[in-house]
């Protein structure tokens, strides 16, 4: 039996969603004989596949480097999962919307009292003005909310697409669950 | 006198009096219609458009809330248009304001969060507004966020229909539209309010709740309406 | 004399046919004897002796006349329900609001002969048995507002306002109000919202006014324009008036031309006169050797007609069919300098920001709208885009409380219905073919 490709990616996150997502426990293992783990933050490898039949995306796109990733892991997967509510809303990463990304900066790196106040510009990518969920920038195929969605939701979703068919999510899960 | 009508709502024979409503007969024969800003004991106003159903040889789409039934009328309430819509509709009011779940004192008891589970919205395809709206805590007890707010005007309704205070109104037009206090002074500050909390029980997300409340914690209470509006018509 | 008042444009090709602008520029409008010397009040005073209210009723429905203020509902329908209403006390109002963007035809009719509206406003009263009434007008109009409070107090001292008007047991007394200038107020349930002092917002009709309407009595709302007919009708009879127009359509529409086109101003035209008459024959046709590519009928709900639907005629039924509307009588001519995109987004934008907010589908979807019509302007859209703005009019359409949300997208499903190579344009080639809309500009510093 060929093992389905999985990938997990994190975005503009808290990783509750992964947490989430190892708290489905015993049934890891029964899981791990029907995927392979080729990508994720938790396994050690740069850079994305060039072929994945499934990926969870959590984390909302905040920067210019989510920007960039969310683009090609959606070229390179067949179902993308926007997996938690950052990923499916923007949720609290885009609680920053309605002020902007410059008033953030500045707030935090130029208001308070510091020696040498500035933003920094070198290594950590630039913000987007407008944090955006994952399905206003790439088309997505599955949505599951929640904050995070339970272990039992990620089972059953995971499951569902393992076994070929699209989850129905409606009753097992909701923004903010 | 009220005559006693008969009528068909999704194939059910249904009966009714004359100066009910759709969705009143509805409920009492156990027919769910979708609402927001409709609330048993307050007037309704036809504002969110969730409740809208099919009235045959109407052309158009009436709200159950606040049309009455008549004599052999013919309702649909849950065609796949309907549905549709009132997907839209949901989809419009979380794209308006700034409703973020996780983060509010109503998550899991929150009126909106329901309906978009029961409709099935579980993302939102048009784009979000992102509104800049300022929070009033300027209240001892109570808080108004008005990134929750979905302008169903209940606050305003229970305020001046049940309280008798008048301190809840609305300002501005279309999508600036904003409930507020007194002549748009700070809650803390009106002289009208009398602290009842009647509106913060009615409000059906967490746009008006209490403080001292983390996530989750707070439960409406909205029952006493119907007590109310009850021991009004019997005393009459 | 204060004849400064607009009258209908020159008539050079005898298209028109002055009816309701019999007397606009022609009698001093601050002089009750000037009105009364061409004949005004004599049809009142006939009325009153010699009709009962059942009568009148009876001419105004077979003479046919439709209302003026945009919808074209049957004149005598309205007043004998308000006349078959319950209810010791009912009112009558004149809809002076006049919200939409260039239309003037209201205004110079209160302007230039109110005495007109004032005398069919009491024949109206008459027929269904009201009592008090009011006429709300934009506060924008202060000369409107100002004869008609002149023109109603000198009725009142020669006593064709008051108690017992002409010895006759009919009481009428009438009162002017102002609008502070919302459009939405030019609605009807609004617009009783208004004048009983609170927030001008419509509420879901039935009932509808006729039933109740002001402090929950019958009240019967009328247009100027409709309530300026009445007196030709009773006075030369109800088959004369419905000689003049089409099957469904009778009498003559007033008609603001504005836009690119020789002569603005107004006219007024036996109903089923075509655009191509109104355009060419009596609007002098389009100037500056440019060639014309739309009208919008129906102000800013209205919908765009095309070029190729020139020869339609202007009545209820055929403007409804070509995506478009009879409304108060605005008509916005455009040239090929006009981008339709641009267009309907003009319109999108008046409408998101008169939105009075109550119901959701006008609120939110009306400035959903508009931002895709922006994005579509800036060279920003896909084609995803593109089909969510027609989910958006079809949803806000069907589902919106009044006819300002109904109607709102009409100007978008007219564009779109006719001219949808633009908006392909704009998305797929990212160009503005009138080179009006942002993408252009890009377009030409790239
Ligand atoms: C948004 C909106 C604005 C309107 N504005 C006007 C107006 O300015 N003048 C008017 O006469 N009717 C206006 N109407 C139509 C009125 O609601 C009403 O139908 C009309 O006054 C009835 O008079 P009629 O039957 O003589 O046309 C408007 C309707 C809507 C939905
Ligand atoms: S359609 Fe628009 S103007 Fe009419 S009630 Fe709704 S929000 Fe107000
Ligand atoms: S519940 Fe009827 S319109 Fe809101």
Redesign the pocket.
């Known amino acids: 039996m060929t093992r389905t490709k999985i990938a997990t990616v994190w975005l503009d996150g808290c990783s509750g969603c992964h947490m989430s997502f190892l708290d489905i426990d015993g049934a890891l293992l029964d899981l791990a004989d029907r995927i392979d783990l080729v990508y994720s933050p938790l396994v050690d490898r740069k850079d994305f596949p060039d072929s994945v039949d499934i990926t969870l995306v959590e984390g909302a796109v905040s920067s210019e480097d989510d920007l960039a990733k969310i683009r090609k892991v959606r070229a390179h997967t067949r179902t993308l999962v926007a997996f938690g509510d950052c990923a499916v809303t923007g949720n609290v990463p885009a609680l920053r919307n309605s002020v902007g990304a410059e008033s953030v900066l500045r707030r935090v790196y130029l208001e308070p009292d510091l020696h040498a106040p500035q933003v920094p510009n070198l290594v950590v990518p630039a913000l987007l003005n407008v944090v955006k969920p994952v399905h206003a920038v790439v088309p997505v195929d599955v949505f599951i909310p929640g904050c995070p969605p339970s272990a039992k939701t990620i089972l059953y979703a995971l499951t569902e697409l393992l076994d070929g068919r699209m989850p129905d999510l409606s009753n097992r899960t909701r923004f903010g669950a | 006198m009220t005559r006693v009508v008969t009528l068909k709502i999704d194939d059910i024979d249904a009966t009714g009096r004359e100066d009910e409503t759709v969705l009143e007969v509805a409920l009492e024969h156990g027919i769910q219609i979708p609402r927001l800003c409709a609330l048993e004991g307050l007037t309704p106003v036809g504002a969110c458009r969730l409740c809208l159903v099919e009235i045959e040889g109407t052309g158009r789409l009436l709200p159950a809330c606040t049309t009455r039934v008549a004599e052999g009328m013919v309702v649909k309430t849950n065609s796949e248009r309907l549905r549709k819509y009132r997907r839209m509709t949901i989809e419009m009011l979380f794209a308006e304001g700034n409703h973020v779940c996780s983060v509010c004192v109503v998550n899991g008891r929150c009126e909106l969060q329901d309906l978009a589970v029961r409709l099935g919205v579980d993302h939102i395809r048009i784009p979000y507004l992102y509104p800049k709206r300022a929070v009033d805590a300027s209240h001892e007890r109570f808080a108004l966020d008005p990134n929750r707010c979905v302008l169903c005007t209940r606050c305003v309704r229970v305020c001046g229909e049940i309280e008798g205070a008048h301190t809840w109104d609305l300002m501005s037009r279309g999508i600036d539209s904003a409930v507020i206090t007194d002549l748009h002074t700070p809650w803390g500050e009106s002289d009208t309010c009398t602290t009842c909390g009647k509106c913060v029980q009615v409000c059906p997300t967490g746009a008006l709740f209490e403080k001292g409340m983390a996530v989750g914690e707070m439960t409406k209470r909205a029952s006493f309406l119907a007590t109310l509006a009850a021991s009004r018509e019997d005393g009459r | 004399m204060a004849i400064d008042t607009v009258g209908a444009l020159p008539d050079e090709n005898g298209k028109q046919r002055l009816i309701v602008l019999e007397h606009a520029g022609k009698i001093d409008p601050e002089d009750i004897e000037a009105y009364m010397a061409v004949g005004g009040y004599a049809t009142c005073s006939d009325v009153l002796q010699s009709m009962t209210p059942a009568e009148v009723i009876e001419q105004i429905r077979n003479s046919g006349l439709r ?7 049957p ?1 005598g329908l ?1 007043w004998s329900t308000v006349a078959k209403a319950h209810g010791s006390q009912k009112y009558i109002v004149c ?6 963007p260039g239309a003037f035809m ?1 205004r110079s009719i209160m302007e230039a002969d109110p005495h007109r509206v004032l005398e069919g406003m009491m024949i109206a009263a008459y027929a269904v048995g009201a009592s008090r009434g009011y006429l709300y007008v934009r506060a924008e109009y202060p000369l409107a507002i100002k004869r008609l409070k002149h023109a109603i107090k000198q009725a009142e001292k020669h006593g064709l306002l008051g108690i017992n008007i002409s010895g006759t047991p009919f009481s009428l007394s009438l009162q002017v109000r102002l609008g502070a200038g919302a ?2 107020c ?3 349930t609004a ?1 009783l919202a208004s004048i009983e002092g609170r927030r001008g917002q419509p509420r879901p009709r039935p009932p509808y006014p006729a039933e109740s309407g002001l402090w929950g009595c019958p009240t019967l ?4 324009e ?1 309530y300026a007919n009445i007196v030709p009708i009773l006075r030369e009879g109800a088959e004369w008036f419905a000689s003049i127009g089409t099957e469904r359509s009778k009498g003559t529409k007033v008609f603001a031309l504005s836009g690119r086109i020789a002569r603005t101003g107004m006219i007024e035209v036996p109903m089923g006169t075509t655009l191509r008459e109104i355009i060419y024959d009596i609007g002098g046709g389009i100037p500056d050797g440019r060639t014309f590519k739309a009208v919008q009928t129906g102000g800013p ?1 209205g919908g765009c007609i095309p070029a190729a639907h020139i020869d339609t005629p202007v009545d209820y039924e055929s403007l409804k069919q070509v995506g478009s509307m009879m409304g ?1 009588g605005g008509m916005i001519v455009m040239d090929d300098s006009s981008c339709m995109v641009d267009v309907a987004k003009y319109f999108l934008e008046f409408c998101m920001t008169e939105s009075c907010g109550k119901c959701v589908p006008c609120r939110v979807g009306t400035a959903q709208m508009y931002g895709l019509l922006e994005k579509i302007s800036e060279g920003r859209a896909s084609l995803d885009d593109l089909a969510l703005l027609e989910d958006l009019c079809d949803m806000v359409a069907n589902t919106s409380l ?3 949300g109904q ?1 709102a997208p009409n100007p978008v499903i007219s564009t779109l219905r006719y001219f949808r190579d633009e908006y392909m344009a704009h998305i797929v080639d990212k160009t503005c073919p009138a080179h009006v809309c942002p993408v252009s500009r890009k377009e030409a510093v790239r």
Do not use: H, M, P
């Open positions: 209302g003026r203020g945009g919808a074209g509902y004149v309205k809809n002076g609001d006049e919200g939409d209201d459009f939405v030019g609605e009807e617009l709302i009328n247009n100027v409709t709900s108060s009044c006819g300002l109607a």
